[in-house]
RNA sequence: GCCCGCGUGGUGGAAUGGUAGACACAGGGGACUUAAAAUCCCUAGGCAUAGCGCCGUGCCGGUUCGAGUCCGGCCGCGGGCACCA
C-alpha cells in the first residue's frame, strides 16, 4: 500500500474537475437554484486563515446544495478599490493599478489550490473599468432619481499635508504622516439619501429571519429611531436675528428639570457668536481639533463655554437659563440643540457639575429614592417611578407613559410638537481620492453640476499619475479634468471625487448573476439567481457593508435594475469567527518587544524557544493574525506541506464557525494524521471480501451519521459534523461486519466528507468503485427507521442530582417508568420509606424524584 | 463614551431548560519494533479515595422539580462607531 500523497491527488482531481466543468453555474429552469456569497476579499496580496475559513465554509455550503440537486452560483471576485493600492504606490513606488492586478493575480494563484466549488468564469474585480463603467451609470440613474445629493460635511483635514485623511490615518488626533493636529473641515461631498428608507430599513429588518439576532439588532440600533419632542425656547436678546433656539429631546418629561441650553459648536448661533467674539471662535477652533468619528467625539474632554446668553423656559418666563456652547453636541442628529436635564443624563451631570449648574430631580425611584448627588438617575423607561417635578400625567407612571403624556401636554399648550427622528445619516459617498470609481459627472460654468452622457461611460481613471506629493492626483492631473459639458457642449471640468470603495461592494452580488452584461444587471439572468440563499462574512460588517447593501437593492429596484424580490438581497446571513494564533516574543535591550514567526519557534520540554538560537520566547494567548504581531501561519506553507484537504478540515473542526478558532500546529499536524487514516482504512475495505459480524449495528451507525452530519452542515454546525465523522470513522475502524457492509458505509463516509474534503473522497470514491465523481452524486438520505433505538436509558435524579440510571423500552408508559424508578435501589434508600413529594418523568429524557 | 457579542477540564470544544465535559489536541500507561518513526489499544475535570462521596460551566444573586442554557447585577475579552476593508 502506498502512502497517502496529498500532493498527487489534489491537482489530480482540480483537473478532472475542471474538465468537466463541475462547477460552472447554469440557470436551469427546471431545478431550484441555491446562491452561496462569501463576502469578496481585498487584494492585498496574500491569502490568510481566514480566507480559508471563510472561503471553506461557504464551499460546504456550496457543494453540499450541489448535491442535494440544486443548481448552484457559487462565484469569487475582487474588492479591489481603496487605500492600500495608494499607500503601496507612496511608500513603493509604482502604479496603484499594476500592484492590485499583481495582487489578485498572486492571491487566485493562492486560492485555487484550496479546491473550491468557485465557478471562475464569472470572476471580475471591482476596478475593471467594465465594472466601475456600470456603476457610474446606475449612479446616473439614481441621480436622476432623487437618490443622490450634494451638501457640506465634515472631513478631517491635515493643515501641514493639505489632504483629507481617512478616519484610519489618524492617530490620537494626529496626521499619520505629518503629525499635525488634524482639524475637522466643512467640504461639499455627494450622499445617497439612505435617510429616506431608514422607516423601511428598520421595518424590513422583522422579515429576515435568517440573520443572526444580534446583526439585526445592531442595524436597528445603528437606524436609531426616537420619538420625540422638537420645541422652541426663545432667546432674551439673540443676536443677528437669532431669537429662538429649536431643540430636540427624547425626554420631554424632564423639561421641569432642565437647567442649561447646549447648541453645537457648527449650530448657526455659535457660528453668528463666532464672527463676533474671538474668545467664542477660540472656543470653537478648540472643539474642531481632532478626528470626525464618533468615538473621538464622545471620549473626548466634555467642554462647555457660557455664551452669556439665556433662553426663557416655555412653562414659566420668569425662568431662565443659559446657552452653552458644547463639545459633545453633534450638528447632524435632531437639531444641533439640546436641553440638559443633569438629574436623568449622566453627561449632563458631568456637564453641571463641571460648570456649577443647578441640579433638579424630575423624578424618584417608588422606593427609597434619594436626590441625584454624582451618579444620575436613568432607570429603564418601562420601569414605574414617582414624579416631583412632572407636568403631565399622573404622579406614578413609566417613564414611556410621562413621555408621551408630556408630547401631549406640550403639543396643546403650543410648547412644540412630536416627531420621529432617525439617527441614521445620509451616506457621503465622496472620496478625495485616486483609487476608486470616478464620479460621473461635470461641473459647468454655464450649466451648473451634469451628469455624464452614459454612452460616454466608464469614465475611466487617467493612467498618468503621481503619487510623489499628498492630495488627490486627478486633481492636479494636467489634462483629465478637461471635458465637454454633456448639455451644452462648452469647456467643463470633471467631477475629481471618486466614490467610496462600500458602493463598489454594495451591488457585487447581483453582478456576479450576468457578470459580462453590458448593462448593470440582465433581467432573466437577476430573476432567476437572486437572492443569494447564504451570505457568509466577518461580523465586522455587520452595520455598514450590510445595511449600505440593502439601501442599494433598493436604489437598484427603484432604478429598474432588481426586481422586487430583490431588495432584500440576502436571504440568509451568517458571521464567521476569526483565525488566531498564539504570540511569540523577545525583548531587546530597552525591553521593547520583538516578535517571531510559529515557524522559527518550537516547543521543547521546557518551554517555547526560538529554533535558532534557543532562546527561550514569552508565549501571549491568542489574537487575530496580523503581520505587525507576526502570528501568520501561512496557509500556502500549510497546504504545500499537508494538503488543502487538512487546511480545510482542521479550519472546520474543533470550533463552531461562528467563534474564533485558534491555529495550532498540532491541531493541523492531527486534521492530516486523521485524513490519512481515513485514507488507508478505504484502502483496506477496497481490497476486504467475506462475511462479518455485526452488517445491522454498522448500517444503523451509518444512518446515524448521514443524520448527524447532515444536521451539522444545515445549522452550520461544521465542528459538530467533524465530530460526528471522527466517531463514524472510530465505529467503521472496530467494525467486524462484512465486506459490503463495510463498502457501503465507506462510500457514505466519502460522501459526508465530500463537501470538507473533496480531494481525499473523490479518491475513496474511486477507489470503492463509486460511479462518476463524488461532486455529482446525490446526497444520502438517512432511513428513519434505522435511527430509532428500542430501549433508552433514563438517569434518575433526586431532588435535581443524578443517582442512578433505568433502562426501559422506548415506548414504556409514564405509569410503568414510576414504578420502576420508585423501585430503583438508589431512590428507596433515599425515600426511607416515606413518599416522595414529586415524581417527574419526562419521557425518553429524564427523571427526577422530589423528597 | 455609546451599541452588539463572548466567557465550560492542561487546550480547542459538545450539550431541544433534563446524565456537564461528546469529539479531538497535549499528557500518562501499554502493544508492535533490535531501536526509532508510523500505527494500534487503554487512561484521563478537580478534591478526597479501598469504596461511598464532595465540588465544579468568569463572579454575585434570582426563577425552576431541574440552569452551561432563562432573568438581574458585576468582572474580563472581542467586534462596530458612518473615510480600514
Redesign the pocket.
Known amino acids: 500500500m502506498s502512502r497517502f500523497e496529498p500532493r498527487e491527488i489534489e491537482p489530480k482531481w482540480q483537473t478532472a474537475w475542471e474538465a468537466a466543468g463541475t462547477f460552472t453555474a447554469r440557470r436551469d429552469e427546471t431545478r431550484p437554484k441555491y446562491y452561496v456569497l462569501e463576502m469578496f476579499p481585498?487584494p492585498s496580496g496574500r491569502i490568510h486563515m481566514g480566507h480559508v475559513r471563510n472561503y471553506t465554509m461557504g464551499d460546504v455550503i456550496a457543494r453540499y446544495k450541489s448535491s442535494c440537486g440544486f443548481s448552484v452560483l457559487h462565484p469569487m471576485g475582487w474588492?479591489a478599490f481603496?487605500?492600500?493600492a495608494e499607500n503601496a504606490a507612496m511608500e513603493r513606488g509604482g502604479h496603484p493599478k499594476a500592484w492590485t492586478y499583481g495582487n489578485i493575480a498572486d492571491m487566485r494563484a493562492q486560492m485555487k489550490p484550496l479546491g473550491l466549488s468557485i465557478d471562475w468564469s464569472r470572476e471580475f474585480a471591482t476596478c475593471d473599468p467594465e465594472y466601475y463603467g456600470q456603476q457610474q451609470a446606475m449612479f446616473i440613474d439614481m441621480l436622476d432619481a432623487g437618490l443622490v445629493y450634494r451638501k457640506n460635511a465634515v472631513?478631517?483635514w491635515d493643515p501641514v499635508d493639505m489632504t483629507?485623511?481617512?478616519?484610519?490615518q489618524v492617530e490620537d488626533g494626529r496626521g499619520w504622516r505629518s503629525g499635525a493636529l488634524v482639524e475637522r473641515r466643512e467640504?461639499t461631498?455627494w450622499f445617497f439619501k439612505i435617510s429616506d428608507f431608514s422607516e423601511e430599513l428598520l421595518e424590513a429588518l422583522d422579515g429576515l429571519d435568517d440573520w443572526p439576532?444580534?446583526v439585526k439588532?445592531?442595524q436597528r440600533?445603528?437606524i436609531?429611531k426616537s420619538r420625540g419632542l422638537q420645541m422652541a425656547f426663545s432667546l432674551i436678546d439673540g443676536p443677528g436675528g437669532h431669537d429662538r433656539i429649536e431643540v430636540y429631546t427624547t425626554r420631554p418629561d424632564t423639561l421641569m428639570g432642565a437647567s442649561f441650553v447646549g447648541i453645537s459648536p457648527d449650530h448657526p448661533l455659535a457660528k453668528q457668536l463666532e464672527t463676533q467674539d474671538e474668545k467664542v471662535a477660540a472656543f470653537c477652533a478648540e472643539c474642531r481639533k481632532g478626528g470626525?468619528?464618533?468615538?473621538a467625539i464622545?471620549?473626548a474632554e466634555k467642554l462647555g463655554y457660557d455664551t452669556g446668553l439665556r433662553v426663557r423656559h416655555p412653562f414659566d418666563t420668569a425662568w431662565e437659563l443659559p446657552v452653552y456652547i458644547a463639545n459633545f453636541i453633534l450638528m447632524d442628529y435632531g437639531t444641533g440643540a439640546i436641553f440638559g436635564c443633569p438629574a436623568h443624563d449622566?453627561?449632563d451631570l458631568d456637564f453641571a457639575r463641571k460648570y456649577g449648574l443647578p441640579v433638579t430631580d424630575t423624578f424618584v425611584a417608588l422606593e427609597g429614592g434619594k436626590p441625584v448627588e454624582n451618579e444620575a438617575f436613568v432607570p429603564p423607561k418601562t420601569e414605574k417611578v414617582r414624579w416631583v417635578k412632572g407636568f403631565a400625567g399622573p404622579e406614578i407612571q413609566t417613564g414611556e407613559e410621562a413621555i408621551d403624556a408630556a408630547i401631549r401636554f406640550c403639543e396643546e399648550n403650543g410648547v412644540g410638537h412630536g416627531v420621529t427622528k432617525f439617527?441614521?445619516?445620509d451616506?457621503?459617498l465622496?472620496?478625495?481620492r485616486y483609487w476608486g470609481c470616478p464620479i460621473p459627472v461635470v461641473h459647468c460654468e454655464a450649466c451648473g453640476v451634469v451628469p455624464e452622457k452614459k454612452e460616454n461611460l466608464p469614465v475611466r481613471l487617467p493612467d498618468d499619475v503621481s503619487f510623489d506629493k499628498p492630495g488627490n492626483p486627478l486633481d492636479r492631473h494636467p489634462t483629465w479634468r478637461d471635458c465637454a459639458c454633456p448639455e451644452c457642449g462648452g469647456k467643463a471640468l470633471r467631477e475629481t471625487d471618486t466614490m467610496?470603495?462600500?458602493v463598489d461592494s454594495s451591488w457585487y452580488y447581483a453582478r456576479f448573476t450576468a457578470p459580462r452584461a453590458a448593462t448593470p444587471t440582465d433581467a432573466a439572468e437577476v430573476e432567476y439567481w437572486m437572492n443569494v440563499d447564504q451570505y457568509i462574512g466577518g461580523?465586522?460588517?455587520?452595520?455598514?457593508?450590510l445595511l449600505y447593501s440593502r439601501f442599494f437593492a433598493r436604489a437598484m429596484h427603484l432604478t429598474g435594475h432588481l426586481p422586487k424580490k430583490a431588495i432584500e438581497p440576502f436571504n440568509a446571513l451568517f458571521t464567521q469567527g476569526m483565525v488566531t494564533h498564539e504570540i511569540y516574543l523577545t525583548r531587546d535591550e530597552n525591553n521593547r518587544p520583538v516578535y517571531h514567526l510559529p515557524e522559527d519557534v518550537e516547543r521543547r520540554e521546557d518551554g517555547v524557544c526560538l529554533k535558532a538560537t534557543g532562546e527561550k520566547v514569552e508565549v501571549i494567548p491568542s489574537?487575530?493574525m496580523s503581520k505587525s504581531k507576526k502570528n501568520v501561519v501561512d496557509p500556502v506553507n500549510i497546504i504545500e506541506s499537508f494538503g488543502a484537504d487538512t487546511a480545510r478540515w482542521f479550519v472546520l473542526?474543533?470550533?463552531?464557525p461562528e467563534?474564533?478558532?485558534?491555529w495550532?500546529a498540532?491541531?493541523a499536524?492531527?486534521a492530516y494524521?486523521?485524513l490519512?487514516?481515513v485514507w488507508r482504512m478505504a484502502n483496506e475495505i477496497a481490497g476486504a471480501s467475506g462475511e462479518g459480524e455485526g452488517d445491522e449495528d454498522l448500517l444503523r451507525a451509518m444512518h446515524k451519521a448521514i443524520h448527524d452530519v447532515t444536521m451539522g452542515i444545515e445549522s452550520f454546525?461544521f465542528?459538530?459534523s467533524?465530530?460526528k465523522l471522527?466517531?463514524f470513522t472510530?465505529t467503521l475502524?472496530?467494525s467486524k461486519a462484512g465486506a459490503a457492509a463495510r463498502k457501503q458505509a465507506m462510500k457514505v463516509m466519502a460522501q459526508l466528507m465530500a463537501p470538507m474534503t473533496p480531494h481525499l473522497s473523490e479518491e475513496i470514491w474511486a477507489l470503492l468503485g463509486g460511479e462518476g465523481l463524488v461532486a455529482n452524486a446525490p446526497w444520502p438520505k438517512a432511513d428513519a427507521a434505522m435511527l430509532v433505538e428500542d430501549t433508552v436509558?433514563l438517569?434518575i435524579?433526586i431532588?435535581?442530582k443524578?443517582?442512578s440510571?433505568i433502562s426501559v423500552p422506548k415506548d414504556m408508559p409514564k405509569e410503568e417508568v414510576e414504578k420502576l424508578a420508585l423501585a430503583d435501589d438508589a431512590v428507596v434508600k433515599a425515600l426511607a420509606g416515606g413518599q416522595p413529594k414529586?415524581l417527574?418523568v419526562?419521557p425518553g429524557?429524564?427523571i427526577?424524584v422530589?423528597i
Open positions: 481585498y474588492d481603496g487605500m492600500p472631513v478631517n483629507v485623511l481617512a478616519n484610519e467640504l461631498q439576532e444580534k439588532l445592531m440600533n445603528w436609531g470626525t468619528t464618533e468615538e464622545e471620549t449622566q453627561r439617527r441614521l445619516r451616506w457621503g465622496s472620496r478625495q467610496d470603495t462600500f461580523i465586522e460588517h455587520a452595520i455598514l457593508h489574537a487575530k473542526s474543533d470550533s463552531p467563534r474564533d478558532v485558534e495550532t498540532a491541531g499536524e492531527a494524521k486523521h490519512a487514516r454546525g465542528n459538530t467533524v465530530a471522527y466517531a472510530n475502524q472496530k436509558t438517569p435524579q431532588n435535581g443524578r443517582r440510571e414529586k417527574i419526562v429524557r429524564i427526577n422530589v
